[in-house]
């Protein structure tokens, strides 16, 4: 099998110190990519809130605001 290695020689690759250290401010080697080695995801569920939540939110403040302006109102008379 005639095979050859991915690996880069530390010999002949430049940046590298004796040892394979990569020295301060120096981009170490790339290395291969297994992009699309993972399973393929078919259920992307949407970002965000949906449509009850807020809803229902929405109107729990609209209930605490009627509240205390009825409060407010009743205090005053």
Known sequence: MSHMNPDPEPE???GLEPG???P????PPAESSM???GPRETHNPTKGWAKAPLVIILGLAVLCAAFFLAYALVLLL
Do not use: C, D
């Open 12 to 14: 002949g690759t430049t």
């Open 20 to 22: 394979g250290g990569v």
């Open 24 to 27: 301060p401010g120096e981009t």
């Open 35 to 37: 992009s699309g080695a």
